[in-house]
Nanobody, 124 residues
């Protein structure tokens, strides 16, 4: 059973930074592509960023490009989302997801495993 546990969310002022972490339980973390999605209140879940199995490829939503950075440490079974220059519109519950693929995956329906989410609130 694969489990994903996110942490690092919180309340931050606009312009500030947060780093989210997602730890995956189980072996062979390195054979999973990982992604971050978010869901704001009253809106559909949307793609934020994704990373390939070895970190060699990454992909970002236009809304976060240049501000957010996804990375992974396979030795720690962890994927990160560094979020800089945060805006109030970044406020959402952030979810990490895993799929047993090597390449980047950007569509939510392709992911097999999801974390419980962590709240990020950006005040103006």
């Amino acid at each position: 059973q694969v489990q994903l546990v996110e942490s690092g969310g919180g309340l931050v002022q606009a312009g500030g930074s947060l780093r989210l972490s997602c730890v995956r339980s189980g072996r062979t973390f390195s054979t999973y592509a990982m992604g971050w999605f978010r869901q704001a209140r009253g809106k559909e879940r949307e793609f934020v960023a994704a990373i390939s199995w070895n970190g060699g490829s990454t992909y970002y939503a236009d809304s976060v490009k240049g501000r957010f950075t996804i990375s992974r440490d396979n030795a720690k079974n962890t994927v990160y989302l560094q979020m800089n220059s945060l805006k109030p519109e970044d406020t959402a519950v952030y979810y990490c997801a895993a799929v047993r693929r090597l390449s980047v995956v950007t569509t939510s329906h392709e992911y097999d495993y999801w974390g419980q989410g962590t709240q990020v609130t950006v005040s103006s």
